[in-house]
C-alpha cells in the first residue's frame, strides 16, 4: 500500500501501487505531496517514545516533529537524540543498587 501525505504529514490518499499514487500525484499537480518509501517500525516508534520521556524527565524536551509512521522521520529523530538518552539514563542509573534486587 502506497500512500500520498501532504506537507502536513496527513495522509491524502492511498493506492495498491507506486505508479498509480505518482499518477494521482502528477494529475493533481502537487509537487508538495510526497510518497514515503517505507513506513517505521514499531521498534522505532518506541525508540522515538522513549526519548521523548528522557529528555521530558531532565525538564529538556526534544520533541518529534515529524510523522511517526514514517521510517526516514524516525531514524532521522533517532541518529540525532538516541545515544545521548541512553547516555543520560546510563549516568541516572549508575548509583541503582542492582545486586539489591539480584541482577
Not at 494521482?24 to 514499531?42: C, F, H, M, N, Q
Amino acid at each position: 500500500m502506497y500512500k500520498v501525505y501532504d506537507r502536513s504529514h496527513q495522509v491524502i490518499a492511498s493506492f495498491r501501487t507506486l505508479e498509480q499514487a505518482r499518477k494521482y500525484k502528477e494529475v493533481l499537480g502537487r509537487p508538495d505531496w510526497y510518497i514515503p518509501s517505507r513506513e517505521s517500525t514499531a521498534r522505532q516508534r518506541a525508540a522515538v517514545e522513549w526519548c521523548e520521556s528522557v529528555y521530558d524527565a531532565i525538564d529538556q524536551p526534544r520533541p518529534f516533529n515529524g510523522n511517526i509512521n514514517l521510517f526516514d522521520d524516525c531514524s532521522n529523530y533517532l541518529s540525532i537524540y538516541l545515544d545521548d538518552a541512553k547516555a543520560i539514563m546510563d549516568d541516572a542509573m549508575s548509583g541503582y543498587p542492582y545486586e539489591k534486587y539480584g541482577y
